[in-house]
């Protein structure tokens, strides 16, 4: 039992770059979400899922697609990477509503946009 | 003004103190509460749930007060190891998952 896991640890992009973070649980989770955390900011929702094919936006969207085609993976897209998106990304995942509200997160993917 | 409130710090508390510190939420629909640990540079992880009667679990007491708005968190005989921001969480009733910005705490030896 993985928990919730998080590729790549590092990344560093160059400006106008795009690429995807990649979110997986193996708990048989309902929601899923994709939090940045930035110094002095705490943790901000950028997009959440409440199950397979339904995905909706959090607090800061801009910039940022997800999808959701199975339970288990929920991955980030950066479209056009800039400065800005730097940052620390965290995953969550939890049961639905009327369950235990404990998150389990991954252990986080620290982007560099230069 | 912030739904979810939390002193920064940092608390610089010896070894072996009693340290307390509050978080207060702005929503009277906020229904759960929790209290989470993270260590510098790794994820946040559940320290505890809040309850109405206030809950303890070993060394940590975790207090809700709904008239005031506030949940507190107490560490009794303070561990080297208890250094770390402590996140107070705010869900509400439409379900949405509100995090505090964190309190910092550090040990001293």
């Known amino acids: 039992n993985a928990g919730v896991t998080q590729t790549p640890k590092f990344q560093v992009l160059k400006t106008g770059q795009s690429m995807t973070l990649q979110c997986a649980q193996d708990m048989n989770h309902e929601y899923m979400s994709w939090y940045r955390q930035d110094p002095g900011m705490g943790l901000r929702l950028i997009h959440y899922s409440v199950g397979a094919g339904i995905t909706d936006q959090g607090e800061v969207p801009n910039g940022y697609n997800v999808s959701r085609s199975t339970t288990e993976d929920f991955p980030l897209r950066l479209l056009s990477a800039a400065p800005s998106q730097t940052s620390v990304y965290f995953c969550?995942?939890?049961?639905?509503?009327?369950?235990?509200?404990?998150?389990?997160f991954g252990p986080g993917t620290r982007l560099t946009v230069t | 003004r912030k739904e979810v409130e939390q002193d920064p710090g940092p608390f610089n508390v010896p070894e072996g103190a009693t340290v307390a510190f509050n978080c207060t939420y702005s929503?009277?629909?906020?229904?759960?509460f929790f209290w989470y640990r993270q260590d510098c540079r790794k994820e946040p992880k559940l320290l505890m749930s809040?309850?109405?009667s206030g809950n303890e679990d070993g060394r940590f007491t975790a207090q809700l007060n709904r008239a005031s708005q506030y949940i507190s968190l107490l560490i009794r005989d303070s561990k080297l190891s208890d250094s770390a921001t402590y996140l107070c969480?705010?869900?509400?009733?439409?379900?949405?998952?509100?995090f505090g910005k964190g309190t910092r705490l550090h040990i001293l030896p």
């Open positions: 969480v705010v869900k509400r009733r439409d379900d949405k998952i509100i």
């Open positions: 929503n009277s629909a906020s229904q759960s």
């Open positions: 969550a995942s939890r049961f639905g509503a009327l369950s235990s509200y404990e998150q389990y």
């Open positions: 809040v309850y109405s």
